[in-house]
């Protein structure tokens, strides 16, 4: 009997040790969004309350007669500076002009995907975006309940919310590499835009 009180206590405590080294994206959020430092045993940020369920999937809309698509994912990313594995969203995104020519997108050369930066307790996820052109951008998204279903219980949250700030400080961007011609996705997403899209 005292050995299985023994087994029982230790694994209680193993549990809570363990279970010390995991934040939430919201705890997470609580210390960024204060700017305060996260808890040294802190070695995980994980989505544990699958708020980023209602992120993932394909998202479109139209801007300045340009169709937007974002096709957002989930991503688990270890910061060999911190020490800590968190997971984030990702977006690839495709910009079509009025034809459905493709003018921009994450899949050409020089260019990337939006990368997951922080999750803030406003329901934003911060992601950063830097172009061929040494241009940049952080882009903040969150996912909404439609104005006209704000009254229906569990309504799905169907649009995403989309800001566009400028990332470079003061507006400061750089030429290309040697003058290079480039493509600069931020052409298309200018400092200040507000865009509203809808899963698909």
């Known amino acids: 009997m005292i050995k299985i009180k023994i087994t029982i206590a230790f694994l209680f405590v193993s549990i809570l040790s363990n279970a010390q080294d995991i934040l939430s994206l919201e705890q997470a959020a609580y210390y960024i ?109 969150k996912t909404a309940v439609p104005q006209q279903n704000h009254d229906i219980l569990g309504a799905p949250k169907t649009e995403l919310q989309v800001i566009i700030t400028q990332g470079s400080p003061q507006g400061i961007t750089s030429d290309p590499p040697d003058n290079s011609p480039c493509t600069s996705t931020a052409d298309y997403l200018p400092n200040g835009a507000m865009l509203i899209l809808n899963k698909v």
């Open 33 to 141: 969004d204060n700017e305060l430092d996260v808890p040294e045993d802190v070695t995980k940020i994980y989505d544990l309350n699958n708020t980023v369920d209602s992120f993932i999937g394909n998202w479109t809309g139209v801007y300045n007669g340009r169709t937007i698509v974002f096709r957002i994912y989930k991503t688990r990313v270890y910061n060999p500076y911190s020490e800590i594995e968190a997971d984030y969203v990702n977006v690839k995104y495709d910009i079509t002009d009025s034809s459905g020519n493709v003018v921009v997108s994450s899949a050409q050369s020089g260019l990337s995907e939006f990368r997951g930066i922080s999750y803030g307790a406003d329901g934003f996820f911060e992601l950063s975006l830097q172009d061929a052109c040494e241009n940049t951008r952080n882009i903040y998204i």
